[in-house]
């Protein structure tokens, strides 16, 4: 299904389109003719559960895997080839992978420009060149660490501000973000999301993976479904709600989930209610049933809830109650 809302694109002609996406690994279908299509100045955003097709699909763009069939367009230029990074790079396309691609041992500004690194005559490094270019690219991050300091030596939170400075250097015309806040304070995400409205001004066309629903309405302007490697609708965001998209990602309502599982039978074995901490303003209860996994290495990998992530010791919290 792909109910794009066509409202949203009159008069825009679409600055990236991937039509009809397949690929296939080891015989098993992971994207099954996938529609997905990027404005310039445009925030889409790319939901779905893991093993969705999200990531392979934007793999894709970047050159790092090959469909097996579809069609890729820029600006209307038809059957577009990408056979490597190097190429989307030319192309104008850039992703902050949701791995970190930096080397430790390297300093932030050798990361930003790794093997680009302005030269002088006789081939030499221009260093003063290079760590002006860095200490700007840092600034629009707000990142405020010197370029010639070692990868190794920065939190996990400020190399993820590295790589996004690293793709902001390729003055790219479409920016990939995958899960680019899964280490960020809120502070810096907010300042993450300053510089995504800096680039829409510019025209730079954004594509944003996230599981966090709030972030995905408070800097898309239009959000794609994936679930298992099917599309399953394009909405401009304000036709679209939290309910709405999960319903979509995993087939049903969570409340008809939760009350199918308990039908069965299911005992609860935890039950929290009046959790919260600073980022959370509404306390929210939940419930942990028989045969649900409930672990700090799930909960991180699935992104979930910062109430499930805090009973199970990933966030602080600040009160709890469990009856």
């Not at 050159?63 to 069609?71: A, E, I, K, L, W």
């Not at 860095?134 to 590295?162: F, K």
Request: net charge neutral; charged share 25%.
């Amino acid at each position: 299904m792909f109910d794009s809302n066509a409202q949203h694109l009159v008069g825009k002609e679409p600055l990236l389109s991937m039509l009809g996406m397949q690929k296939s690994f080891d015989g098993n279908p992971v994207l099954k003719g996938v529609h997905f299509d990027l404005c310039a100045g445009e925030v889409h955003a790319l939901v779905g559960e893991n093993g969705a097709g999200k990531s392979t699909l934007m793999n894709i763009l970047a050159g790092v895997h090959q469909p097996d069939s579809g069609t890729i367009r820029l600006r209307g230029a038809g059957d577009l080839t990408i056979p490597d990074e190097k190429t989307a790079q030319r192309l104008g396309i850039a992703i902050v992978f949701q791995e970190r691609s930096l080397f430790g041992q390297l300093t932030v500004a050798e990361n930003i420009f790794a093997a680009r690194q302005p030269i002088k005559s006789f081939g030499r490094i221009d260093w003063t060149h290079l760590y002006e270019d860095a200490r700007h690219l840092l600034s629009r991050t707000g990142l405020d660490v010197d370029p010639a300091m070692l990868v190794e030596e920065l939190s996990p939170a400020q190399q993820q501000l590295v790589e996004i400075a690293k793709a902001l250097s390729l003055h790219p015309n479409i920016v990939i973000f995958d899960e680019p806040t899964s280490s960020l304070t809120e502070r810096e995400t907010q300042r993450l999301f300053e510089v995504i409205r800096q680039l829409k001004v510019s025209g730079v066309g954004i594509i944003y993976i996230s599981h966090r629903l709030p972030e995905i309405f408070q800097i898309a302007d239009r959000v794609t479904v994936l679930k298992d490697g099917e599309g399953q609708g394009t909405m401009g965001i304000a036709a679209t709600g939290s309910e709405d998209l999960v319903q979509r990602m995993v087939g049903r309502s969570l409340q008809l989930r939760h009350q199918d599982a308990v039908a069965s039978g299911n005992p609860i074995l935890l039950e929290v209610r009046n959790l919260s901490d600073p980022r959370t303003t509404v306390p929210k209860p939940f419930i942990g049933l028989e045969n649900d996994t409930l672990s700090s290495r799930s909960m991180t990998r699935r992104k979930t809830s910062s109430e499930e992530q805090q009973t199970a010791g990933v966030r602080k919290r600040r009160s709890y109650s469990a009856p």
